[in-house]
């Protein structure tokens, strides 16, 4: 399946940051935000010359490594953006991972440390340090749940523990700066990633969603064509 983007954002003279950048969805992103005109400052921990990062910045894309479980770390980040480009306009948290795992009596407490700190830990501290620039220029935030955050299930109970609080996190953020800085999240089912390939081999890979098509619906949800909605959870769930 070929993504094709169907409207046109202008981001020419806005910042953004793009957590996770150097997987399949956030390198994704970092692309649309990039032909839309932003400045786009990539975040990882992974770093574009890694053989498992997807990210290829160019002129347009600013790299910066961070660990963004640590406090300290990423109030780092955001004063080094600023510092560097002079505002932030917009905040995509895309930073996390999937673990697939045991019934929670079964569960190590390390895995589930592990997807606290990656799936919410991050969103919650990015957007902790974003939000004094992004309410000077009434930016917005786009975070990613997962349409498994709606309802508990077998096996995979801390991860999607992690999605809910993504939402609770992204309506928390819209009401407490209502009028100022917008928050939303999407809620993706599958995503068509090559490590999602090979974990799942045998699934229905066309029913998947392109990341290229979730990256064009956060770059509406942080355009002017969006102004209306925050503490809003959209489904970009494709065929699935």
């Avoid at 046109?8 to 910042?15: A, E, I, K, L, R």
């Avoid at 009401?175 to 999240?185: I, L, Q, Y």
Wanted: contains cysteine; aromatic residues 6%.
């Amino acid at each position: 399946m070929v993504a094709t983007t169907a409207f046109d954002v202008d981001f020419n003279g806005t910042v953004a940051v793009v957590t996770g950048a150097s997987g399949a969805l956030g390198s994704a992103t970092v692309d649309r935000f990039r032909e839309a005109g932003a400045t786009v400052c990539a975040v990882d921990v992974v770093a574009p010359d890694d053989e498992d990062s997807q990210l290829e910045p160019d002129d347009g894309v600013h790299f910066y490594k961070t660990d963004l479980t640590d406090e300290d770390d990423v109030e780092a980040l955001f004063s080094q953006v600023v510092d560097d480009h002079g505002r932030l306009d917009h905040l995509c948290n895309i930073a996390g991972t999937w673990r697939g795992g045991q019934p929670i009596e079964d569960t190590d407490l390390e895995e589930y440390e592990l997807l606290m700190d990656v799936n919410l830990k991050t969103a919650f501290l990015a957007s902790k340090h974003a939000l004094p620039e992004l309410q000077e220029t009434e930016g917005s935030i786009v975070s990613i749940s997962a349409r498994s955050s709606l309802e508990g299930g077998e096996g995979d109970g801390p991860y999607r523990i992690t999605k809910a609080g993504i939402r609770l996190l992204t309506e928390t953020l819209a009401e407490e700066n209502r009028g100022t800085v917008r928050a939303n999240c999407v809620m993706p089912s599958v995503i068509d990633t090559p490590m999602n390939r090979e974990m799942m081999s045998g699934a229905d890979h066309d029913s998947w969603v392109d990341p290229a098509d979730i990256a064009d619906v956060m770059a509406f949800l942080c355009s002017d064509g969006a102004s209306v909605t925050s503490g809003a959870a959209v489904p970009v769930y494709g065929e699935a």
